[in-house]
């Protein structure tokens, strides 16, 4: 399923929260609990919470309306992170309007990482590699 509306995934955690750079810090605090309960590294964990600022940024860039929902689920020896907006965009900003420059962090960070815009959602997603368990 695409979209806001999506059902959470029973194998994973959901959280949302307004589209206000003010939950910046909810998200982070929440990806890094996720990231660590699953087996991450501080580096790792650092990394992740960066990527959600930077992800959240490029989301929610177009103003405080409406939300962002972010869903982290395993997916086989990864740990995917996906970001998704809901709610109208700003009136000033155009369609086409490129993300902004800080989702290139993210692609540094995560050699997967995409960006969507579908029709007023916007969508990042990156994954992290799963240490095996000792």
């Known amino acids: 399923m695409t979209g806001p509306e999506a059902p959470p995934r029973a194998d ?3 959280l949302d929260l307004p589209a206000d750079a003010a939950f910046v810090a909810s ?13 991450c590294d501080e580096t790792q964990v650092d990394d992740v919470k960066l990527a959600v600022s930077e992800a ?4 929610a ?22 970001l998704r907006s809901a709610g109208p ?15 290139e962090l993210v692609r540094a960070l995560f050699e ?10 916007r969508t ?4 992290v590699p799963l240490r095996p368990s000792a």
């Not at 998200?27 to 087996?39: I, N, T």
């Not at 860039?61 to 992170?81: K, Y």
């Not at 997967?112 to 959602?121: H, K, Q, R, T």
Request: charged content about 25%; overall charge negative; glycine content about 14%.
């Open 112 to 121: 997967d990482a995409e960006v969507l815009d579908e029709g007023p959602a």
């Open 124 to 127: 990042a997603r990156f994954s």
């Open 27 to 39: 998200a982070r605090v929440f990806a890094a609990g996720v990231a660590r309960r699953a087996g």
């Open 56 to 59: 959240w940024a490029a989301i």
């Open 89 to 103: 965009r700003s009136a000033a900003e155009p369609p086409d309007r490129p993300w902004p420059g800080g989702i």
């Open 12 to 14: 994973g955690f959901v």
């Open 61 to 82: 860039g177009a103003g405080p309306s409406g939300s962002v929902r972010l869903e982290i689920a395993p997916e086989g020896d990864r740990l995917r992170f996906e």
